[in-house]
């Protein structure tokens, strides 16, 4: 058990603050999807998005076959308890070319794999046969169709084996594979534009620039969308002069299909992006009731989204998966994706304030989740000690050793 | 509630099965990372695994700075429980050169991420302060250092930040990019030789292969280890040939790191790989205990481990889960990562076997872990229903509706 207690920043009072939820479903609703469509190869579309349903174009499996290597025989050809079976000469290997027929009393050896040939319905395990020269025999305890798998029964040509909006993974890729399908119709990847403003960065650090910031989140936002699947558009770095955040923007507009801004979106006089974006753009969010992120600005330019993200990494970081990947997954043809959550009881103890949603950097040790020993966003290697994040509910007042909380975790098994 | 009842599929009896657990194990032992280093720029590093422990070369941050936008002062000057201190016509924005100052009795106006003039250690928030000419007013209710944020605090220059072995993240793009490192050491790549047999196997179907199978396992594996961040190497289809497959692995062995061939796993009379394994190569380990996946050769040959796959695209996916994830990570240098999994009460019902380890296609719904109608090791399709796999262990016997079950996501949140 460990008592957090470094959160040395406080949160204004006597201003509007827009919940998490609500600038969600405002953005869902405000936002449309506008990619164009490509034919590409099954072999080539992990991580591509279907612009179409996909209809089986063959059967899996294609003909019935065995599950396992064993002999193949009519069910009706039991008789009893005990049953002797004569047995044919030939084997039936995965794909050979042999043509057999089996009559009523007789069996065939077949292996793992191989279609059923006419006149078998039931595979006995070779491991629970006699072989007894010409014949074989076995105890009787076997079902009507045991051990094989019927034609189609995974898929039958012609139907919806997967729907537009799904994400390629791997296993997709099988199934596409296994139902005769080449060529797949997928929108064009999602273009991300990746801005950095602000005097204070520097991409170079040298010594003179002793109150210069290195640009963490550039190439930190970059690898999230490679990550993600989409086509990251580097946008570089602007100082804070109107003038030329206006022109990046309307270059970046043409090009983009969403940007993301870091720096430049909290009060201050400096804040270029988010007076600009206030004032020539459209403004749908300023304030959302979340830590970290305070300032986070999302907006349009010239129909282009354009989600302002505070400067500090961590809150960059977080508000990426908060914001970014459900606005991201609509804009790519996914759809407005959740992010996968599971209850997990906690490790720590910790006051909350009502009123705003708490995202906490933690991983699972011994089954239970502990946090990060700082919760101050300037602490970037929290996100690195991390394997997920904790989100507390606006209306929680505090979480005590044990009780459940919401864990998100960073990475899955594929 | 479902009860899952269309399990087709015998376990055969009175041979040696091996435990899931014993084979990791024994393969943990067993394997050895031979890959070399090589220096990449941090910016092209995601997915990449660290080949040394990483040295901070600048602190993060660089100088004490202030967390939120408001004014600076020395926490000395507080006198009473309503502060009046003389306001200075500067304004430190971040990046800014200005170098003033501020003397006991003064306060500056600072905005966020701007680095502490000298004589400021504390900052008040600017929502909590009155303005009234050449001064501000505010009530005494700040602690020494509040709103700022340390040199260092979060990093200090020398440290190690990330260690040896790590898979690089986004996140740890950011840190390392904050710590001023423009290179890092990582390991090659790992080449992974994806190799399918069987005579039933073809990559193009045409109207007299009836009783052919589709290549699905090759571009589903392919997919696998380019989304796990290895070199996926496309060792094509061999027909069940003894002689062909000895020519294929002993040229694969000459461009891989590890061979993963899936078909000829099996006992049967056609299975020239498992054979070949065993009289040419080094064969670990033969019969697992688990489903699905029953044939699974763990081997290696020439010195490359070769994990021999059963030809069933469902267990061909759950074994490469299950050995492959562990024993990539191994031979990458990342190490032997566990598959990460959570606790999450069953909305079904179902009896199992002792004596062997389960995996089921499951996915969360509702908070519960639910798994897909057919346990056949057939159906490809429910792979890709799935989000994730369920693990039951050897000695279970049953699993009830509301029982915790061992729960392991596909995907993650980056």
Redesign the interface.
Known sequence: MKKNTDN???F????TWTPVETALSDLKKSLTMNLKCQKID??NS?GFILSEDVFAK?S????A?T???GFGFAFKSLIGPKNFLNLIAE?I?????IICDVPKGSAVRI?????LPSGVDTVV?Q??VTVLENKISFDCNI?R?????KAG???KAGEV??KKGLRI???????L??A?L?EIGVYLPLRVGILST?????EK?NDQD????????R??????M???GYKPIDLGHVV?DKHRIRDKLNQASQVCDVIFTSGGA?????DHVSRLLKSDGHLYHWKVAMKPGR?LALASWKKTPVIGLP???VAA?VCT?VFG?PICGLLSGEGWVQ??S???PASFSKAKKTGRREYLRAK?KD?RAEIFH?E?????????W????IELPEDLEKVKVGDLVKY???????
């Open positions: 040395n920043m406080a204004p009072r006597g201003t099954v072999s992990l063959r899996n499996p294609h003909m076959n599950a396992v290597d084997q290997t995965p794909g050979s070319d292996l793992t794999g191989a279609s395990l491991e629970e079902k169709g045991e051990n094989t798998r029964e995974d898929v084996i997967l993974r791997p296993q997709d890729i099988g199934l594979v296994a005769g080449k602000g005097n204070e960065i520097v650090f002793f109150n210069k910031t290195l640009d963490a989140n190439p930190m936002l970059m690898s999230i490679k990550k993600w804070d909290s009060t201050g006089k400096e300032p400067g500090n990494p970081f998966l990947k992010l996968g599971f209850n997990i699972i089954g700082s101050g966003s300037g602490r970037i290697s929290g996100l690195s991390a394997e997920g994040l998100m975790p960073f990475s899955g098994l594929v």
